[in-house]
């Protein structure tokens, strides 16, 4: 699994294993999903540094709106893609499905 974005306008940590430790509340594929949907760490966005903050609602608010946080529409795209890929391998790693990541941030079509 990648370490870190290589876009340098959109910079945070790849999650690694999802830290499951079993039992009987959670199966492990939801308890993954919610824990990558509340996933913190840095992130880096035109430079600006948002120490420990959950990477998924960060990734929102910049795709929703680029040029506030001094980055373009494709440096969002790119790097909602690579949470996409980095997070969907720590899902799917247990059972569950990139799909279900996709949902949490639409693009909209242009």
């Known amino acids: 699994m990648k370490s870190a974005i290589t876009n340098p306008a959109i910079t945070f940590p790849a999650p690694g294993h999802v830290p499951y430790t079993g039992g009987c509340v959670t199966e492990p594929?939801?308890?993954a999903l919610d824990y990558l949907v509340h996933y913190q760490g840095?992130?880096?966005?035109?430079?600006?540094?948002?120490a420990q903050t959950?990477?998924?609602?960060?990734?929102?608010?910049?795709?929703a709106d680029p040029a506030e946080y001094g980055a373009t529409r494709a440096d969002a795209l790119?790097?909602?893609?690579?949470?996409?890929?980095?997070?969907?391998?720590?899902?799917?790693?247990?059972?569950?499905?990139?799909?279900?990541?996709e949902k949490e941030f639409p693009v909209e079509e242009e």
């Open 29 to 31: 594929a939801f308890f």
């Open 42 to 50: 840095d992130v880096s966005v035109g430079g600006q540094l948002f």
């Open 54 to 63: 959950p990477v998924l609602d960060k990734l929102r608010a910049v795709l």
């Open 78 to 101: 790119a790097a909602r893609s690579y949470f996409l890929e980095v997070a969907g391998q720590a899902l799917t790693a247990e059972g569950g499905q990139v799909a279900w990541l």
